[in-house]
């Protein structure tokens, strides 16, 4: 049995893509704007700071269980965004991790967003902590801390499983406007259902990227998308080639992608 890795032809497409997300990453770190939609959930954000300044309440961001990975790192990233905004109004922050890995990270990055927004007499230590490891040890902590905070804003970011409706449902009986956002497509259907806004599966991603406007986030973004539409390019010329029969199985361009 012939494998995709032992085909020339492959290789080919592999080498593609890859060089068009470096030259994408190269073009947007030399200057070039890539645009990115705006994608409503985030717009709602500085709509959430904005309530949470009025009513005098908490804001809440939650990483979910994710660890010092992909994920994690994604949250942070939207969290900076979040702090900064709220740094200006003066917001209290309440951020729970259950990873210790990336509750150490946190902690930098909540401190370095306050001096980013110039505010960095208002950090405090005690706003960014590690609850449990366990599942619904952290689920029950965070709940308990939606109640007696009684935060007007929560922000949902990262990986989540069963505790996600626990964290939704608390924010809703407090009357929490709630921003969610997470990669697990099992989570997303309680999410959709219980929060105000959702940002769904690669939106995830292109959230942090839009928000940031690093220039490495950003070229990988757009040069994914380019080798997406790449890909689904050979898919149709692969369907339209074998659906003729002048073409068929036996065209080239049907044997270059043809495991055997």
Request: proline share 4%; hydrophobic share 50%; glycine share 8%.
């Amino acid at each position: 049995m012939t494998h995709a890795s032992d085909k020339w032809e492959s290789a080919i497409l592999v080498a593609l893509m890859a060089a068009i997300v470096l030259f994408t990453i190269i073009t947007a770190q030399r200057g070039r704007k890539y645009f990115i939609r705006r994608i409503p959930g985030l717009n709602a954000i500085d709509e959430a700071v904005g309530r949470a300044t009025e009513m005098g309440r908490p804001l809440l961001m939650v990483p979910g269980l994710s660890g010092l990975g992909v994920v994690g790192l994604q949250a942070l990233t939207i969290f900076s965004y979040i702090i900064k905004a709220a740094a200006k109004f003066g917001n209290k922050l309440i951020m729970p991790t259950a990873d210790s890995a990336l509750y150490t990270v946190a902690e930098e990055v909540v401190r370095d967003s306050y001096a980013a927004a110039g505010r960095p007499e208002d950090y405090d230590p005690s706003s960014v902590y590690f609850l449990s490891d366990r599942q619904f040890a952290f689920a029950s902590g965070v709940a308990g801390t939606i109640f007696r905070e009684r935060v007007a804003a929560s922000f949902l970011f990262g990986d989540f499983f069963a505790e996600s409706l626990i964290f939704a449902e608390a924010g809703q009986q407090v009357g929490a406007i709630q921003v969610a956002g997470t990669p697990s497509t099992t989570q997303l259907p309680f999410f959709i259902a219980s929060c105000d806004y959702t940002i769904i599966g690669d939106e995830y991603y292109a959230a942090s990227a839009y928000i940031s406007r690093e220039p490495t986030l950003l070229g990988s973004l757009v040069g994914q998308d380019y080798c997406k539409i790449l890909v689904l390019l050979v898919i149709l010329i692969g369907v339209v080639g074998i659906s003729i029969p002048a073409l068929g199985k036996n065209w080239w361009f049907v044997q270059w992608f043809t495991l055997k």
